[in-house]
């Protein structure tokens, strides 16, 4: 799937982002082996119950049997919205090394493999 369709895909999928506390939207698209999962970041007033759009993505992709990623791109039209320890921690959990992550605000965009944005991971 190209850039540009994920993009699309994220900026529709955007429209469901609950985030009345930030006010900071974010959508992710995760490339699977089988299909493309979509995430929101979803809030809640005991913020540490926040959910990113990351962890949506990767947790619904789990949840329907599949382990094989490829690429995630996450969007925000608010800034640019790099992935969290947490959400970075759950990648390399489920991700490769070179599993490809693209941040992009829409005009802007940086691609960065996993080992770049977590080169010592806790794993088994």
């Known amino acids: ?6 993009l699309n895909i ?4 955007i429209e469901n982002s609950y985030c009345p506390y930030s006010n900071f939207h974010v959508s992710a698209v995760l490339i699977g082996k089988k299909e493309f999962y979509t995430g ?3 809030e809640n007033v005991s913020y540490g119950l926040t959910m990113c759009a990351e962890r949506t993505a990767i947790f619904k992709a789990v949840s329907k049997g599949e382990k094989n990623f490829f690429s995630m791109l996450i969007y925000s039209p608010d800034g640019m919205p790099y992935p969290c320890g947490a959400c970075r921690q759950v990648m390399a ?4 090394e070179d599993f490809e992550i693209i941040v992009t605000n829409g005009k802007k965009f940086e ?3 996993l080992e770049k944005l977590l080169p010592i991971r806790f794993k088994l």
């Open 1 to 6: 799937m190209k850039v540009e369709e994920m």
């Open 10 to 13: 994220a900026r529709k999928a």
């Open 40 to 42: 929101v970041n979803i």
């Open 93 to 96: 959990e489920f991700c490769s």
């Open 111 to 113: 691609v960065f493999t």
